[in-house]
């Protein structure tokens, strides 16, 4: 038989979170077997329906070959009462809990160990009064009203330099069920002085899915009175593969906006790209090396030589490179004196 299953989690139906053997055993079990029953009985395509039509034709060549009643009363699984099948969901969440207390009483009830499997990156900032906070929310997500990672969630933030050197750790940390968390970074840079350019990596334990939990990083600037006047945030896009990439932005040089650009290499490879400003009917490049987990933050001014003008002047921004470069622009508005910002 065909095993129609989702390629990256083996499950047929995701949402009840059933395999095409568990499918086979249900469709055993039952004197019968309907689509329907097993959507009322376990949820099956209760949510997304995404995987109706598959259940289905597993369910028909099933039935053709084991014809309604044959041999279904004989049939018992060790995971399984014999007439009364427990909620996938509920066997494993229950034989979990038991295993983690087990564990808890063998080791001293010390923590069962966890593993890394979910991260983020994101360009990070740390001027006098430009200052970039990381912003984490643990809540349900907005089509099922459910939160599949269930409960706190551990995570814990690298800071990398300009030069890709580790500069800061924060192990142990925790966001709560429903609970969204901002993070600054006033302790660890209390006795810094100048300027830091650099990437902040966010890395969670045992996540189920990431969800709501990608984090992103909220860009605050204090005026020289000490005020808050602007924030913008900027997501996560972290990648650490070889793919080519072409970034660009059609509004760097904008009436009365200084803009920057922050790029940061994600990745252990060692390249170099070129920045490219198209301008006044011509192209202007410029070389720009990148080592691992390497970071900048330019101007187009300093860049290109192309002064902040009092009209828009058409230039084109983009990078030319065989590596992925993250990127994203941010705009000092000088009659305001706010900044603003784009996420790609």
Not at 227 to 236: P, V
Not at 291 to 312: H, K, Q, Y
Request: hydrophobic letters at 35%; aromatic letters at 14%; glycine letters at 8%.
């Amino acid at each position: 038989m065909k095993r129609l299953t989702n390629l990256d989690s083996g499950f047929v139906c995701h949402c009840a979170r059933i395999r095409h053997s568990e499918l086979l055993e249900i469709f055993a079990e039952s004197k019968d077997p309907s689509y329907e029953k097993f959507q009322r009985q376990f949820g099956i395509g209760g949510q997304c329906a995404s995987c109706e039509y598959e259940v289905k034709a597993i369910l028909d060549e099933f039935s053709a070959i084991h014809p309604t009643g044959e041999g279904n009363e004989a049939r018992t699984f060790p995971w399984s009462r014999r007439h009364e099948r427990m909620d996938p969901r509920t066997a494993i969440f229950s034989a979990l809990k038991n295993l983690r207390g087990a564990a808890k009483k063998l080791f001293n009830f010390l923590p069962l160990p966890r593993k890394i499997n979910v991260r983020g990156c994101m360009f990070f900032l740390w001027k006098p009064h430009l200052r970039s906070s990381l912003v984490v929310s643990n809540v349900n997500g907005p089509e099922t009203n459910r939160n599949p990672n269930r409960g706190s969630v551990r995570f814990l933030v690298r800071i990398y330099n300009a030069q890709g050197e580790l500069f800061a750790e924060m192990p142990g940390l925790k966001v709560r069920a429903n609970e969204t968390r901002e993070i600054r970074f006033d302790n660890i840079f209390a006795g810094f002085s100048g300027d830091f350019v650099g990437s902040l990596y966010v890395e969670y334990f045992d996540l189920e899915v990431s969800n709501t939990l990608r984090p992103y990083c909220v860009l605050n600037y204090t005026g020289p009175d000490g005020l808050l006047r602007s924030r913008q945030h900027y997501h996560d896009k972290f990648y650490n593969g070889i793919i080519p990439g072409f970034v660009q932005c059609p509004s760097v040089t904008m009436p009365r906006r200084e803009c920057w650009v922050a790029m940061t290499n994600c990745s252990p490879n060692d390249f170099t790209a070129t920045l490219c400003l198209g301008f006044q009917g011509g192209v202007r490049r410029i070389s720009q090396h990148f080592g691992p987990r390497f970071s900048a933050f330019r101007s187009i001014t300093a860049m290109f030589g192309v002064p902040v003008a009092e009209m828009a002047q058409g230039g084109h921004f983009w990078i030319e490179s065989d590596h992925y470069v993250m990127s994203y622009f941010f705009w000092h508005v000088l009659d305001s004196d706010v900044w603003i910002g784009q996420h790609h």
